[in-house]
């Protein structure tokens, strides 16, 4: 894709971040969570899973395990168990209870409310940190990057990146800092709505007319 400058691209993003505000107003996140720390978890269980399905899982889980002190103490197979049909369960679970043990330990219960604390929780990259904060704190420390998130910001041409924290640093040169998880979320309702990983819908797409990869036909696979 052509190189435009950066007061053009930061120009063409907030006209993109407007259309997605306009059509997406209600947009927020869709994991169910009722404390700092359901949210975290429920993260943690999202990682190549759909919040639909950690939204089935976590009522009984949460039911059972509410907060980090009940989830520190519990038995490592019966959170296994409850997590199971998120996928990589095992893992997840040690995650999980190592990261309820570790808020217990270092930061007497309470979910840290900084991206250094965050990310030094097992399971709890940049993506998952930037998810609790934004939607449990209300701070943008950075910009969400999951699969939607990258796929659409490629094609859109703000970055040319893979790695996840590449196009976050790109995302974060051109966008207002109060909305870096406006945009990730609205990307991800619009990535599930319209623009599809194998089947993008450019015909009705409200961003057809700013996204150089349906103005050129080459809408790229992940």
């Known amino acids: 894709m052509p190189r435009i400058s950066h007061k053009a691209q930061i120009a063409r993003a907030l006209e993109v971040l407007t259309r997605l505000k306009s059509h997406y107003p209600d947009a927020t996140c869709s994991l169910d969570y009722e404390t700092p720390f359901q949210l975290l978890v429920a993260t943690i269980l999202s990682a190549q899973c759909t919040d639909e399905r950690v939204n089935k899982v976590t009522p009984p889980l949460f039911a059972r395990f ?8 519990a038995n490592p197979i019966e959170i296994e168990d409850l997590v199971k049909s998120t996928g990589f369960f095992r893992n997840k679970a040690k995650n999980i209870q190592a990261t309820a043990q570790k808020i217990v330990r270092e930061f007497d219960g309470v979910v840290p409310n900084t991206m250094e604390e965050l990310i030094t929780l097992p399971g709890a990259a940049r993506k998952t940190a930037n998810v609790v904060l934004a939607h449990a704190y209300g701070i943008n420390a950075g910009v969400t990057v999951d699969t939607h998130v990258k796929r659409l910001s490629n094609r859109l041409g703000f970055t040319d990146h893979d790695d ?16 870096w998880e406006s945009w990730s979320i609205r990307l991800i309702y ?9 089947k993008p819908d450019c015909a009705s797409c409200f961003l057809v007319d700013l996204c150089p990869s349906a103005a050129q036909g080459v809408i790229s696979m992940p």
Not at 190 to 198: F, I, K, N, P, V
């Open 164 to 179: 996840p924290g590449k196009i976050e640093k790109d995302l974060m040169k051109i966008l207002p800092q109060p909305d």
């Open 66 to 73: 509410p907060d980090a002190q009940s989830m520190a103490e």
């Open 190 to 198: 619009h990535g599930r709505a319209t623009c599809g990983a194998r």
